[in-house]
């Protein structure tokens, strides 16, 4: 049988062991969302790469690989065991399956007794990928039970790829609930799985509750623009958002932070360089950037009410504005490693980080690297330690760039030739052009984000707001604006009427150089209104480079709902003179 050794990368977490899968599987491995560059030949490199091994295998430490990727094992890692082929264990016939009752599968929860999960109605053994996974004791959370609420929480891996290769594990079917004895609807896998869920995110802290919750679990919630009808924008009524206020973008659970060190990489270095967390904070110098992080979506919900898009459906609010202290990352990766060998110097294009949690990301050696791009490792956040949703011990900070290439809970910078094999760098966070679908979307010949474009919002007022207008029939109007890549902005233009006529805004800019324009711009104007009762309010920002937003929606549709730019608009009323009284 013809066979490919492949070492295994999940979530950007490595699974540094040896399987065997027939060459027909090779096209299907493709396909996986957390399967990439399969076939490509290096002598160095994490991934599924054939005859290709890490030297060092990496530790199950739950410091390196966290409860995310023990989710990815539930979900979807667990379906790619050590030696298991379809030629070697072929899928038996339904007429053939054996019929277990609840029962009989929750009997199964252990090592020894064998672990088994059920999805849909199918039951499945996964007692050997155990020994191999290095979350192994998480999967066990699902032992005896369903992993589908496990899919529900973590989609990207619930895939039909991942459902074809389910199958080779099948050892029979779960007995329709009407017909089994053991079944009770409220005490069965219920009660179980709560609890596990409630494990897996054990390590969430508390959040504000003026915070709005795009989804529960795993967290991610955006800042208000307001919070009372015509109060000031928390986005704009101080120039840095508070911590407890500052949106929460979170892939997956909290990790577990109880690591003291992280490692630095490089392909010409036999081991990892440790770097202890409390020499970053007393033996490195300390800088400080203020810098405004957005995610990619923000502003989805304005491009999905134009035509559906998948994800969350961020307003204006995935976006803040903080001051970061740490140490520049350059510093680090110099003492840790020394400088780049010639040999090296050309071909190391991409600087990669990995979170506790299993998340992952890269950015381009050029911004790594370079001392004006002000890349830091940050433990503290507006003068204070890091809050935990925030990726307390240390997080990487990227001026400029999106948000998602801030990793959190960082435990292991590599310098490399290749991008982040992680899901988010390769299958997310990428655009598409307006006329593809989910199914066209090849994210393989998609460039990642890494800076994003120039952005505008107007916080106050909001979308259905009564507004005064003062004796000159004018309104008053805040926002915010900014621009990737340092660029900052050179004008915000406002209209009344919908964007045929509009006067400047006053720009509240922030204190940096040329280039390096981290942060957000504030402003306001007083915008002139026609007599109608109804008003349309507009904003549109145009940063350094003359890089202006686009008018609608439409013109920079993608199916993912990201890199949403176009003018921002409101439609508020006028209020008569008793409401202004009020």
């Known amino acids: 049988m013809t066979t490919a050794r492949i070492a295994l990368r999940l979530g950007h977490a490595p699974l540094r062991r040896f399987i065997h899968l027939p060459a027909i599987q090779r096209p299907l491995l493709h396909r996986l969302p957390f399967v990439t560059n399969l076939g490509s030949l290096s002598s160095r490199g994490a991934g599924a790469r054939l005859i290709t091994t890490s030297r060092r295998p990496r530790q199950p430490t ?32 339904k007429e053939d399956r054996r019929v277990f009752t609840r029962a009989e599968v929750r009997k199964h929860n252990s090592a020894e007794k064998g672990i088994w999960v059920t999805h849909a109605d199918g039951v499945y053994d996964i007692t050997d990928f155990v020994d191999i996974h290095p979350g192994g004791e998480k999967i066990l959370l699902a032992a005896g039970h369903s992993i589908d609420p496990f899919w529900a929480i973590f989609a990207i891996h619930n895939s039909p790829e991942t459902h074809e290769l389910l199958e080779s594990y099948r050892i029979g079917d779960l007995m329709e609930s009407k017909n089994d004895p053991t079944f009770n609807s409220t005490q069965d896998d219920t009660i179980a799985i709560t609890k596990a869920l409630e494990k897996l995110f054990e390590n969430d802290p508390p959040r504000d509750p003026a915070l709005i919750v795009r989804s529960a679990r795993p967290c991610n919630a955006e800042t208000p623009p307001n ?9 704009t009524e101080s120039f840095i958002t508070p911590n407890n206020l500052f949106f929460v973008r979170n892939h997956l659970p909290v990790p577990s932070t109880d690591y003291d060190f992280i490692e630095v990489d490089a392909p010409w270095i036999p081991t990892p360089v440790r770097v202890n967390l409390n020499d970053l904070k007393t033996k490195f110098e300390q800088k400080t950037v203020v810098t405004t992080l957005q995610c990619a979506g923000n ?17 204006q609010g995935a976006i803040g504005n903080a001051s970061w202290t740490g140490v520049p990352l350059i510093n680090v990766i110099k003492s840790a490693i020394g400088e780049i060998p010639q040999e090296w110097s050309e071909k190391i294009q991409h600087v990669q980080f990995d979170g506790a949690e299993g998340y992952g990301a890269s950015i381009p050696v050029y911004k790594a690297l370079d001392p004006r791009g002000d890349c830091i490792l940050a433990f503290e956040m507006n003068g204070e330690p890091l809050p935990r949703d925030h990726g307390w011990p240390l997080r990487a900070v990227v001026p400029g760039h999106v948000a998602a290439r801030s990793v959190k809970w960082v435990t292991k910078i590599s310098l490399s030739e290749d991008e982040s094999e992680s899901h988010w760098q390769q299958r997310d ?22 800076e994003l474009p120039v952005q505008s919002c107007i916080t106050v007022p909001q979308d259905g707001d009564g507004v005064r207008v003062d004796k000159e029939n004018t309104v008053s109007v805040k926002g915010f604006a900014w621009s990737g890549g340092g660029r900052g902005i050179v004008r915000v233009d406002v209209s009344g009427d919908g964007g045929k006529t509009w006067v400047d805004g006053r720009l509240m800019k922030p204190e ?8 957000w711009t504030h402003w306001e104007a007083n915008v002139p209104v026609s007599t109608d009762s109804q008003i349309e309010i507009v904003c549109k920002a145009v940063d350094a480079s003359y890089n202006e937003q686009p008018e609608r929606p439409a013109s920079v549709y993608n199916v993912r709902g990201v890199l949403v730019s176009p003018w921002h608009r409101v439609k508020v009323r006028k209020v008569d003179e008793a409401e202004q009284e009020k």
């Open 299 to 315: 502003r989805r919900k304005e491009m999905h009410d134009t035509k559906p898009v998948k994800g969350l459906l961020w307003t």
């Open 429 to 450: 966070y990428k655009g598409f052009g307006p006329s593809k679908s989910l199914e066209q979307s090849d994210y393989s010949k998609s460039t990642a984000i890494q």
């Open 62 to 93: 739950s410091r390196s690989l966290g409860i995310g990727l023990s989710v990815v094992g539930i979900g979807a890692a667990a379906l790619l065991v050590w030696r298991r082929t379809t030629e070697e264990n072929p899928v038996t016939p």
């Open 512 to 519: 940096q150089p040329l280039g390096r324009v981290w942060a």
């Open 227 to 235: 919070l009372l009808t015509n109060a000031d924008s928390l986005l």
